[in-house]
């Protein structure tokens, strides 16, 4: 099995070191550079075309974001994975927006963090739990005066994170390994619970939930 090559980008030598020798231990992974300046991760990027970038959102000169948004233009193939200290929603959803794949938080466990590479790897997108529950926990307290609210089922809960992760329905679907069908009737029951109108104004309220 060809091996996934990864660029560790992060501004603590021993996060990088950590990493290096948890990847490397694996038979799966090749880091192939680290480093903890940003501009000097776009430069690497360009020049090795990893595929997948670890890219801590805090480090400087230039912030995670502008980084990714940088190496996502020298090279698009690469998938990027932001990985920070913070655990509010509208951070994952900012680095989605520019560009990442997924986003895993440094509370996440190793398990986590390499199920996030391989998930990414395959094209998929990958929020850590932590960011997930923190989504949950926005929806059921933003609108605990909203009627119904408390009615909804652990089922459209999760249709509602994936809906907040940029998912379509049919990828919906597959992710839950339910029906298309299903997935619609999941929309439909959480519109009527909510008592919102339709599919625009439950976007609206997913994107309100994480601003």
Known sequence: MEKINVLIADDHKLIRETWSYILNSDERFNVIA???????????????????????????????????????????????????????????????????????TKNSSKEEMIQAILEVNDGNKYICEEIKNN????????NRDMPNVNALTEREIQVINLIK????????????NISLKTVEVHRHNVLKKLKLKNSASLVNFINQSTT
Do not use: W
């Not at 989504?135 to 933003?142: K, T």
């Not at 992760?165 to 839950?176: A, D, P």
């Open 165 to 176: 992760e940029g998912l379509s329905s049919k990828e919906i679907g597959s992710s839950l």
């Open 34 to 104: 680290e480093c903890g300046d940003s501009e000097q991760a776009v430069e690497i990027a360009r020049q090795k075309q990893p595929d997948i970038v670890l890219m801590d959102i805090n480090i400087l000169p230039i912030s995670g974001f502008e980084a990714t948004e940088r190496i996502k233009k020298v090279c698009p193939d690469t998938k990027i994975i932001g990985v920070s200290m913070h655990s509010q929603p509208a951070y994952a959803k900012k680095m989605l927006q520019v560009g990442a794949k997924g986003y895993v």
């Open 135 to 142: 989504i949950s926990e926005l929806v059921l307290e933003e």
